[in-house]
């Protein structure tokens, strides 16, 4: 037997080795495996197990890694895909499928003592007070890391033993599975009567699971877009197509972005799985996991014991199976795309595992992307409608305040951050108790530091951005590449000591804030204020238990959080992201407001929304003010359209970057040539630039950027291949290709 790996280096080739009879047995398709290449050992997975070689002198391979193999063959297709698709080396997809803390040599799992409470022998014996108490607990628990028995008992190992010496427990080590919900206890919740609009969306998702599980049916599977506003119900038609996968022997995974990846999310459907007529366990990957976590949670899943995962983007690559849905909810958002190599974007990965595995996908979203929009209306996916929130609250009144008249007013001031309407409504709350967010895309005390006198303004040294002003920290910082510096004393170039803070973010709107409303308890939420692992829970369960009254927040307060109680959302400006050269500038701006009003009246008072803007007139601002997502649509592509912009196209974003500019220019024009030629009978085709990127300067370098246009996407892909493969450029230039890219700059 020959085995052919792909090893951990990137070299774009698999090599062969020879089997040791001994590991014929343990060995296959996707173990991972170490094996001798050139004087050193290096790890790799196993793409093939063939008969013979066109090589001779095979060297063998020296160790099998883990009792199972780590990537199953369909995974392992799914990431050849995916390199073919996206333009990477298979290495780099097999990397990404896996995760780190599963590839490691060293099987991951740690031991750790147990006390368990061993079943009643005769008459209970006689126990001092202390040792009681900790009976009591281990009555509750019947098993606990000795640990944690410790912590929860504020007792002593010492303590414990006697209770050992009596009989009662016994003490050894075990293999200890970390979970990291270990300490909370979930109250098993139980379907809901679905409502008309919900029962309709379930039977369909539940018919094209039950042909997908018919192997007589021709057509198994497909894809369905979810269009709900918030509250409307999806999640729960979510759970109860769950519960139908797990009664067909199958399991399902649901992908949320990171940042809704809630505890609150967790816990609904951990609550709802941990009973029921099929319990399982529900596996949970994100990125706050520790290694270890992350590690055992991976492995319920491949040993089939989670048979739900919920996980942020790379959740897509979890090992469940058989696999029955997929759900992708909030599927416009952009955090399902990788932003480095493989350039992925989980929900269209999503869309093609669901295909090859005859698995059902629904995509949820009160704001459809437009390219999954579009795919409903030409009927690649079934478009499923749930038009009204469950409860009777409607949806919140948003009310547009023009900033260029209120500035009018008042000069300048604290009214160019708090509107008077908005002010009023904010007192209005206070006074009846209710609670606020305020929300602004921009973290930071000021945008700039400028100066007056000589219009100097600080920027960063490696990046083509102004540097943000952190008051508390008294730091300028670049949101780019992360450089710091110490706000300076006097104007570097004129010396001017009044040098003037422009600008704002949301440290500056606390800020303001509480000089405004000294009385009301604020707080602020983005990834400067959350600094420890817990920061995140705390502060919205402070939020939640009415500690705060007025939460302040980046787009991190903007998605899936359910607040009853909140009856006011202010945007304190909503064009900031309109004016980004990016083509869907408009639909990104569309997207978060229809979000972040959504965070209003979710209980029994009606919700209140203000969005405060320089441009009242705007077809996203007003049409997410009308909650009018077709109206939007249709406006906009039509707008896509006339560009050939996707929907209508699909964008191939070539980059090339270098700490040389001329070079940089010199040789992204050479690119264009070189595609030009080779892609001249391409009707269909857009090539675009050589331009400057956006951000010109990002971490030193500069980029230059082609953008493609094409329908051909997966042609054009392999052209591009091709083309990046038969370059030969100094070492100090690189290019990268972008498949279906969701940020321009
Ligand atoms: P979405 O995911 O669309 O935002 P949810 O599924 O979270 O909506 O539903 C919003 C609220 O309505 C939740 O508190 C949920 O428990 C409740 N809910 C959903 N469906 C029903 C139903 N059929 N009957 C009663 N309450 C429901
Ligand atoms: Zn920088």
């Not at 979890?318 to 997929?326: C, D, F, S, T, Y």
């Not at 600080?458 to 706000?487: M, W, Y």
């Not at 370098?701 to 246009?709: A, K, P, S």
């Amino acid at each position: 037997m020959i085995a052919r790996v792909t090893l951990d280096l990137t070299l774009r080739r698999e090599f062969d080795y020879s089997v040791p009879t001994e590991l014929e047995s343990s060995l296959s398709v996707g173990a991972r495996v170490k094996v001798p290449f050139s004087h050193r050992e290096v790890l790799g997975v196993v793409t093939a197990l063939v008969d013979s070689s066109p090589h001779t002198g095979l060297k063998p391979i020296l160790r099998v890694i883990g009792q199972q193999s780590l990537v199953t063959p369909r995974v392992l297709e799914l990431a050849r895909w995916m390199a073919e698709y996206y333009c990477c080396p298979v290495e780099a997809a097999l990397k990404t499928v896996v995760p780190e803390a599963v590839r490691q040599e060293e099987a991951g799992w740690r031991e750790r003592l147990h006390v368990h409470v061993l079943p009643p022998a005769g008459e209970m014996p006689k126990l001092t007070p202390r040792q009681k108490a900790i009976w009591n607990i281990l009555e509750e628990w019947r098993e606990l890391p000795l640990q944690e028995l410790i912590r929860l008992g504020e007792t002593t190992a010492e303590t414990i033993r006697k209770l050992e010496d009596k009989g009662l427990v016994v003490i050894a080590p075990k293999r200890d599975e970390r979970d990291p919900y270990a300490l909370e206890r979930f109250t098993p919740t139980q379907p809901l009567t679905l409502n008309p609009d919900q029962d309709r969306a379930l039977q369909a998702i539940s018919g094209a699971m039950r042909s997908a599980s018919d192997p007589a049916a021709k057509e198994g599977g497909g894809v369905f877009l979810l269009h709900g506003v918030t509250g409307s119900g999806k999640t729960e038609i979510y759970l109860q197509a769950i519960a139908e996968t797990l009664v067909a022997g199958k399991g399902a995974i649901v992908l949320v972005p990171e940042i809704s990846l809630t505890p609150q999310t967790v816990e609904r459907f951990k609550a709802r799985f941990c009973s029921g007529p099929h319990p399982t366990l529900v596996a949970v990957l994100h990125s706050q996991l520790s290694t270890g976590e992350r590690h055992d949670e991976w492995h319920k899943i491949r040993d089939g014991r989670a048979r739900i995962v919920i996980g942020a983007r790379s959740a897509v690559f979890a090992p469940v199976e058989p696999l029955g849905l997929i759900i992708v909810d909030e599927e416009h958002e952009h955090s399902y795309k990788q932003e480095e190599a493989p350039r992925y974007h989980a929900r269209d990965v999503a869309v093609v595992r669901g295909q090859r595995e005859r698995a059902v996908v629904v995509l949820g979203s009160a704001t459809p992307s437009l390219e999954s929009y579009f795919n409903a209306t030409r009927e690649k996916y079934r478009l499923l409608e749930l038009p009204g929130r469950v409860t009777d609250t409607r949806l919140p009144v948003v009310r547009i305040v023009d900033l260029r008249l209120e500035q009018r007013k008042t000069k300048g001031g604290a009214s160019a951050i708090f509107s008077t309407p908005l002010t009023e409504a904010i007192r209005l709350r206070l006074e009846r108790a209710e609670q606020t967010m305020l929300f602004l895309n921009r973290r930071g005390y000021s945008t700039s530091l400028q100066c007056d006198t000589c219009g100097y303004v600080a920027g960063c040294p490696n990046c083509s951005v102004t540097l943000t002003f952190h008051r508390k920290a008294q730091h300028l910082r670049c949101h780019i590449c992360g450089h710091d510096e110490t706000v300076p004393a006097q104007c570097p170039q004129c010396s001017n000591p009044a040098i003037r803070y422009s600008g704002l973010g949301t440290e500056r709107v606390e800020d303001v804030l509480s000089r405004l409303f000294p009385q009301a308890r604020v707080t602020r939420m983005d990834s400067d204020t959350l600094q420890r692992k817990d920061d995140y829970r705390r502060i919205l369960t402070d939020f939640r238990t009415g500690k705060i009254d007025i939460l302040v927040g980046t787009q991190m307060i903007a998605k899936g959080l359910h607040f009853p109680n909140v009856t006011l959302v202010g945007i304190i400006h909503a064009d900031l992201g309109l004016h980004v050269p990016d083509f869907r500038a408009g639909e990104r701006t569309f997207q978060l407001l229809t979000q972040v009003s959504g965070r209003a009246g979710r209980g029994d008072v009606e919700g209140e929304v203000f969005v405060q803007t320089f441009t009242p007139f705007h077809p996203a601002i007003q049409f997410a003010r009308r909650h009018d997502y077709l109206g939007f649509y249709e406006q906009e592509m039509e707008f896509r359209e006339q560009l050939k912009y996707p929907p209508w196209s699909r964008v191939a974003l070539l980059t090339v970057r270098g700490r040389n500019e001329d070079k940089v220019k010199l040789v992204a024009e050479h690119l264009k040539k070189t595609l030009a030629s080779r892609l001249e009978s391409w009707r269909d085709l857009v090539l675009a630039g050589p331009a400057p990127a956006p951000l010109l300067k990002a971490e030193t370098f500069f980029r230059y950027q082609l953008m493609i246009r094409t329908k051909a996407m997966a042609r054009l892909g392999r052209e591009l291949a091709a083309v990046e493969a038969s370059l030969e450029w100094p070492e100090d230039l690189r290019l990268t290709i972008d498949i279906d890219p969701v940020s321009l700059v």
